[in-house]
């Protein structure tokens, strides 16, 4: 029995979880300052996206000859299933902005026959976005359970085991999923640092009048980081639509490890979300382990306590603050 | 003036629906009625849809043959079927309601423990006739109950001796961490101690953890027999992929999956591979009464051609109804003390799962049924076999406890800690 290595091995799996659940969260939190209660359902929906079309729901659209992802070679067969989850949920995400988050599309309704606006946006209006994303999240689970059932046929986990001696082994792609995570905290980082989109939505941050003012199309921005973070959401529905049960509440099994990563990583996305991934990771791994899941769990929970009462801004805010000092010493 | 009259319409609208009602509660209230009332109250949305649906569907199928048959004592039954959606509030509401406007004579309802246990004091305090028919962790000795599932004992006493028999003494227990996980691990540590087994470790897994990579590597470790799982619910069943998957290949024997979500029909092979579930009902359990031709399984499928499968509870549903229908003829009213007297008299009934020429019982003291009980087993591609079957008596309350209605009214649920030391 080597402690060490079963550790490391299971830091991977936890650590995947987490950052996942927690990205898509995180950006439309930190950007839009709305609390979206229906991320859960948003996982859902990548799920379902995902899982339908690797079993051939597309071929049964209208207007489609054939199914696009039947005819594909095998190996890619899964992977064009998920990016079509992301892409759904990418798509339903933007519904979502115009029609309730921005208003937009009942506004512009309202304007040509009442003559008024009758909706304001839920932006930075915390707890009223939380309301409405609520209603969502009701909605949309018994909306799916009425359209496809109580649950659906599942996926095959891909790839096999990986075996790491003394009779210990885990499913390969678990193991994947933790570089996938990293890949996609290493992307966001490219979009936020090097790209327009990215110092667009920077600038929206820290100041929207001014950033308005200097010819930035905040509203666009918006619409731009709620696409972007339920795509997120979609991604981590299609990449788990293999290791779960596809069942309409299926959400709410993703929700405390997202926002107890979102209050323990703080306002920065890429940074705060890799930095409580580590820790969360490594917290759940090494208590899970000795002494079996609920002790992960509850000792999850006990990390989020500290950080609020020690580390109020989170853990990106101590490396922001490192930063500051070591900038003065130079 | 036009506000006068509004609100003397609102009046007079206000007293003629009062009016109805009390009409309404007259003409229900009436004993004279020529229908048999039954409440069907089983999910057929929320959480515990998957598992209920076929409960409520068998129970149609139960009432629909009786009234085609010519009713009860030439009476048809009449039934009341409000989805209760997985809440328990709306559970205690509608319970009530079954109670106080329809006047029901009998009453099924339920899935969960939690949900008995929130309508059991009303039904007591109604002294209602109540059917429960989810298999359950075993122990409620109540004159007003008839808990005709099977209990932990019955379904965990059929498959872990012959887990023990064919692969060894050393257990590990993985459960759903609420009541019904921790009283059935208590009842795997009773049954290892009674077959000269042991215990070697256990985990209690929170009903919201659909991760397992750390269980899967805990027992991994632990290197056991065979394991004995009671996870629960939608998140829990992503732990067979998960084992499959990282190659878990221990025998597992279980008394929650299979017989009432059918997982071997909704995952991909292999991960129910090498499962074992003890249980009194599947539909695949190969009685004659059941896959005949014009059987229990051609029936249900005929009457609902789109259900996905027909579980444990559905069964229980059905031949609990066709008891109540014994009672009732034998009783000669559906007076709900009478016939709580008269399924106190031995009432036995050929159920789809007994092997012809063979009825189960229903206790008179304990209000439970001495299920015929089987060992399923799953192979790689998930095709089910019996391995194992016999009949096995509910002994916990009956002899354990001494739980007697017939002589004592008694409304308790009794658990094992109070009569074994190992399960402390």
Known sequence: MAPGVDLLVQFFPSFAKIVLAATGLAIIFGIMGVINLAHGEFIMVGAYATTLAYNGALGALPLVPVDPIGVLPGAVQLPAAMLTGVLVTALFGLVVERTVISGAVPNWIAERTIGRPVVKPMYDRLLDSMVATWGISLIMVQLVRNLYGNSLNGIGIPFGQFSYGNGLSISTYKLVLAGVAALVLLLLYVVFVRTDYGMRARATIQNEGMAKSLGVDTERTYMATFALGSGLAGLTGALYAPLQTIVPGMGGGFLVEAFVAVVVGGASVVVGTLLAGGLLGFVYALFANVWGTFAGRIMLLVVAILVIRFVPQGLSSLVERIRDRWAEVS | ?424
């Open chain 2, 1 to 424: 003036m036009t506000k006068r009259v509004d609100r003397r319409k609102f009046l007079a609208g206000g007293a003629s629906i009062a009016t109805a009602g009390l009409a309404g509660c007259a003409l229900m209230g009436g004993g004279s009625s020529d229908t048999i009332k039954l409440g069907i109250l089983e999910d057929q949305s929320g959480n515990f849809a998957l598992v209920g649906s076929p409960k409520h569907k068998a129970s149609l199928l139960a009432i629909e043959e009786i009234n085609n048959d010519g009713g009860i004592n030439g009476q048809q039954i009449e039934y009341y079927d409000p989805d209760p959606q997985s809440s328990n509030d709306r559970y205690l509401e509608l319970t009530r309601r079954m109670v106080q406007q329809r006047d029901v004579d009998a009453l099924w309802a339920g899935y969960s423990s939690a949900t008995r246990e929130t309508i059991r004091p009303y039904i007591d305090q109604q002294d209602q006739l109540y059917f429960y028919t989810t298999q359950y962790e075993g122990g409620v000795c109540d004159k007003n109950v008839f808990a005709v599932g099977p209990t932990a004992r019955q379904q965990l006493g059929s498959v872990l001796p012959y887990l023990v028999e064919e692969y060894g003494p050393r257990i590990y227990t993985i459960a759903a961490d609420y009541n019904f996980g921790q009283l059935s691990a208590d009842w795997v540590k009773v049954l290892a101690d009674e077959n000269d087994a042991e215990v070697i470790g256990e985990e209690f897994i929170p009903l919201s953890n659909s991760q397992f990579s750390s269980t899967i590597n805990r027992i991994q470790d632990a290197d056991p027999d065979f394991v004995m799982s009671m996870l629960v619910g939608q998140n829990h069943t992503s732990f067979y992929e998960q084992k499959a998957s990282a190659g878990l290949d221990i025998p597992i024997g279980t008394s929650t999956a299979m017989a009432q979500g059918y997982e071997h029909l909704r995952l991909d092979p292999p991960a129910m591979a090498n499962i074992y579930a003890g249980v009194n009902y599947m539909q695949e359990i190969p009685t004659n009464r059941n896959t005949r031709d014009g059987g229990f399984v051609d029936r249900y499928y005929d009457m609902w051609p789109d259900a996905p499968y027909l579980n444990e509870e559905a069964e229980n549903n059905y031949f609990s109804i066709y008891m109540y229908k014994r009672a009732v003829e034998q009783a000669g009213t559906t007076d709900q003390e009478e016939v709580k007297a008269a399924l106190e008299s031995g009432i036995t009934y050929p159920a789809p799962e007994a092997p012809d020429g063979e009825e189960i019982k229903l206790v008179p003291e304990t209000h439970h049924v001495n299920h015929h009980m089987w060992v399923m087993r799953a192979d790689e591609n998930h095709n089910v076999e019996a391995v194992d079957d016999r009949v096995i008596d509910e002994t916990f309350l009956k002899d354990t406890v001494g739980c007697d209605l017939t002589s004592k009214d008694e409304e308790k649920q009794y658990t094992p800690q109070d009569y074994y030391e190992e399960a402390g």
